[in-house]
């Protein structure tokens, strides 16, 4: 994937109405009505987010004239979420050191005693 | 103890690079892993068989720090380095980044803010980049060695629709 493909994929990824138009789609291609059925929007504000997935290559329309059901193209998705998810494994991976590190600093270097209970305990 | 927030990355222009991860320690510890030495060395470590050198611990305005990761055996030696630019200790650090062989052009400016609650520490990590090409260098420079981990951590919404899609049956 070139970055600009990948810029796209990124970019038609950004808005929380069009993650969830993929969403649907997974589930299988639909027409573009039964699509906008539950987003509480219009046919052409759904077709314009589609324009936008369809030009990141992230979802294609059918060739029958009059339904042009939708349907997701899943390959850019995955090389995009590989790209992204290799750089957050990296971190986690350190950060998880660090977590590590910072377990070892508290049990060797113990901070402030506990405070002491508010209560006076009872008088035996 | 319980297990700390899971990473979060964004990426909020197309020259910067977010990171967001709480850590259960209060932040002066945190500050301490990111600034000295001897303890840098126990995380910022690089892949497997290589060793990391730190050179610093002199965090102020103006002060170089430098990092050099080598390989026993054959020599070879990757080192970057950069400048203290903003030093608020124990909540903010800011620093100049470039490699000596430098897979992405030019110097990044990174920023680490801590924010302490309840004994935790929330950390914010921020890259800027001078281009897009070279934040998206940067971003892709971990491809391998994240990937191995990268496949047993997928989650989010991607994650889903990429399941979503492989159980369906083909049309």
């Known amino acids: 994937m070139n970055a600009a493909q990948l810029d796209s994929t990124f970019a038609a990824l950004a808005d929380p109405t069009r993650r969830a138009i993929l969403a649907r789609l997974a589930l299988g291609e639909t027409t573009v009505m039964d699509l906008a059925r539950p987003f509480d929007m219009s046919q052409p504000a759904i077709s314009k987010h589609l324009k936008v997935l369809e030009r990141a290559g992230l979802v294609s329309r059918g060739r029958d004239a009059q339904r042009r059901p939708v349907k997701l193209e899943a390959e850019p998705l995955k090389e995009a979420n590989g790209w992204l998810e290799s750089y957050r494994a990296f971190w986690e991976a350190r950060f998880d050191r660090l977590d590590a590190l910072l377990t070892r600093l508290q049990s060797d270097r113990p901070a402030e005693p506990p405070p002491a209970p508010k209560k006076s305990r009872k008088k035996t | ?171």
């Open chain 2, 1 to 171: 103890m319980p297990k700390t927030t899971d990473l979060n990355v964004t990426l909020p222009s197309d020259t910067e690079i977010r990171m967001t991860r709480s850590f259960n320690a209060p932040r002066r510890l945190v500050w301490d892993a990111y600034t000295k030495p001897e303890l840098m060395q126990q995380w910022m470590t690089g892949p497997s068989g290589w060793v990391l050198k730190v050179i610093g611990g002199d965090v102020r305005v103006g002060a170089r720090y430098r990092l050099e990761w080598s390989r026993p055996g054959d020599g070879a030696v990757m080192g970057a380095g950069g400048v203290y630019l903003e030093v608020r200790e124990p909540e903010r650090l800011s620093c100049t980044e470039r490699f000596d062989d430098p897979w992405y052009p030019g110097e990044a400016i990174n920023s680490y803010d801590l924010v302490e609650a309840a004994g935790r520490t929330t950390l914010h990590q921020h890259f800027r980049y001078e281009s897009k090409a070279a934040r998206d260098m940067a971003l892709s420079s971990h491809m391998d060695e994240g990937m191995a981990e990268s496949y047993r951590r997928l989650d989010g919404i991607l994650a889903s629709i990429l399941a979503a899609d492989a159980a369906r049956p083909s049309a």
